[in-house]
T-cell receptor
Framework: EAQVTQNPRYLITVTGKKLTVTCSQN?????MSWYRQDPGLGLRQIYY???????DKGDVPEGYKVSRKEKRNFPLILESPSPNQTSLYFC???????????????FGSGTRLTVV | GDSVTQMEGPVTLSEEAFLTINCTYT??????LFWYVQYPGEGLQLLLK?????DKGSNKGFEATYRKETTSFHLEKGSVQVSDSAVYFC?????????FGTGTSLTVIP
């Protein structure tokens, strides 16, 4: 089944304790992205990647890191989480623009992160 | 810059009522347009799409037509069910840029 898999689904952590949220897709998509969803603010893009070793900042990158060492994986790293990073996080993937511009995103099921 | 504006919710309808959720967009060129649905506790799922002017996307009884003259992509369903209760997002894609509306919450009561 074509899918984007995120782990964990739920995570409660303490301020300052480094964490990684994993994301993996099995559709050979070049383009991958991380979003956070907060009430009243909609979806905001954190980082995106157009291919292996190519990443760029989205609208709200502060406090986050990403890496893209393999095409299928795009982990989100919070090196020193703070309470304002409590949110619902989604990983998404698609084909690149150009010939892929008619494709939408496939989203993961989400990771609900609470930082206390 | 590009943007998507969709009607604010929440929207509450009785079962079998007609649904319209308005979506308008601003974009240069010819973007692709999408509707996504998010059921409680889940991620966003692609509901339907249209990739050029006058295209009609449809799925699960939902429809939306890409209207370039009015820059709109309104979502419609003739008879909603309780199981349609969810948050609906309008989105556009131009190249590798995606733009989402803020979402419209729909509750359908029996």
């Amino acid at each position: 089944e074509a899918q984007v898999t995120q782990n964990p689904r739920y995570l409660i952590t303490v301020t300052g304790k480094k964490l990684t949220v994993t994301c993996s897709q099995n559709m050979n998509h070049e383009y991958m992205s991380w979003y956070r969803q907060d009430p009243g603010l909609g979806l905001r893009q954190i980082y995106y990647s157009m291919n292996v070793e190519v990443t760029d900042k989205g609208d709200v990158p502060e406090g986050y890191k990403v890496s893209r060492k393999e095409k299928r994986n795009f982990p989100l790293i919070l090196e020193s989480p703070s309470p304002n990073q409590t949110s619902l996080y989604f990983c998404a993937s698609s084909f690149n623009g150009g010939q892929g511009a008619n494709y939408g995103y496939t989203f993961g099921s989400g990771t609900r992160l609470t930082v206390v | 810059g590009d943007s998507v504006t969709q009607m604010e919710g929440p929207v509450t309808l009785s079962e079998e009522a007609f649904l319209t959720i308005n979506c308008t967009y601003t974009a240069t060129g010819y973007p692709s347009l999408f509707w996504y649905v998010q059921y409680p506790g889940e991620g966003l799922q692609l509901l339907l799409k249209a990739t050029k002017a006058d295209d009609k996307g449809s799925n699960k009884g939902f429809e939306a037509t890409y209207r370039k003259e009015t820059t709109s992509f309104h979502l419609e369903k003739g008879s909603v069910q309780v199981s349609d209760s969810a948050v609906y997002f309008c989105a556009l894609r131009r190249g590798n840029q995606f733009y989402f509306g803020t979402g419209t919450s729909l509750t359908v009561i029996p």
